[in-house]
């Protein structure tokens, strides 16, 4: 009875159009704050045109990785692995350009590591039943093992004019070519997740897993499959971070799992599956990706900028609890 009357107050709200502010307070979040860094600090080059498109540029890697990681919090799981992965993939990608391999193999490569992260993850959380959370916690210890291991913590040049236009930080006009690919990603992720079958099964199975079993979906697959975007993901962030520096680091993707996540619940994807915005997610990730640029300009350190950042992950999973009935 309680569930039907609050159905009933849901439908008469729509019907008078009220704003739901729930579903769209990262909109209203990312207004607010442009509007209140452009009054305290317009005056310092917050909204010159390069300091924007630096924004863009800068927020394309989490933008790509929350995107992915879309896709598995919405199948109701969770992966910590994508930072160290990211670093894994950069890594990989570098010493086989710089083993003479070329664009190619070095791309592939870096993908394929990426893809090899994400399907360990599926099989452990599929094949074995651990808890998400558990599988990727060790698993982004030891893809950064790794990640340390095979270069003994030394940088590795790339020196490839393809992957330098290809993943550089020019521009396509006034663009940043970064920029685009966190759109393109958007646009690409948008489509699957919300008018595919796939996407339909994901949300199905975070959702209800146990109902969407009995209606005919593979569960275990779609999750193995929602692994492996979030792996793949990760890797071609880390190849955009290795070209928008140059070189390819162990520490690439350090926090980077926890600003994902923010930026996908601050989106509006719900942290206990069954519902996802690709949309709200890239607004998310640039509106976590302004404070930072925000903060660094009102002058604030690095333990300020830390402490604000964990204010934000904190207001995201109070956001993404669900209401009470």
């Known amino acids: 009875m309680q569930s039907n009357n609050n159905k009933t107050l849901e439908q008469k709200s729509s019907k008078r159009g009220t704003i739901n502010w729930r579903e769209n307070i990262v909109y209203i979040c990312f207004a607010g704050v442009l509007v209140f860094f452009a009054i305290t600090i317009g005056d310092k080059g917050f909204l010159t045109v390069t300091n924007l498109f630096n924004i863009s540029r800068t927020t394309a890697m989490i933008a790509v990785i929350s995107i992915a990681m879309t896709f598995i919090i919405s199948s109701g799981e969770l992966d910590l692995s994508v930072g160290s992965t990211a670093a894994l993939s950069a890594l990989v990608s570098a010493l086989v350009m710089q083993a003479g391999y070329g664009f190619l193999a070095g791309v592939v490569a870096g993908l394929l590591s990426g893809f090899a992260v994400g399907l360990v993850n599926g099989f452990f959380v599929t094949g074995l039943s651990i808890p998400s959370f558990l599988v990727t916690l060790g698993m982004m210890q030891l893809v950064r093992g790794i990640d ?178």
């Not at 897993?209 to 962030?237: M, Q």
């Open 148 to 325: 340390m291991r095979i270069t003994y913590t030394n940088p590795v040049a790339v020196r490839n004019e393809t992957f330098d236009m290809v993943f550089g930080p020019g521009t396509i006009g006034v663009v940043p070519i970064l920029f685009i690919w966190a759109v393109g990603v958007a646009i690409v992720g948008h489509i699957a997740l919300r008018y595919t079958p796939f996407g339909r099964q994901v949300l199905a199975t975070g959702g209800n897993s146990e109902a969407a079993r009995y209606s005919g979906i593979n569960t275990n697959r779609t999750k193995v499959i929602c692994f492996l975007i979030t792996g793949v993901g990760a890797a071609l962030a880390g190849m955009l971070w290795t070209g928008m520096m140059g070189t390819a680091r162990y520490n690439f993707g350090e926090g980077a799992e926890l600003a994902a996540i923010a930026a996908v619940i601050l989106g509006g994807t719900s942290l206990f599956g069954g519902k996802g915005t690709i949309i709200g997610t890239l607004v998310g990730a640039l509106l976590i990706g302004t404070i930072n640029n925000g903060l660094i300009i009102m002058g604030l350190d690095v333990s300020e900028q830390m402490m604000v950042a964990g204010g934000i992950i904190v207001l995201a999973v109070a956001f993404g609890k669900k209401p009470s009935r």
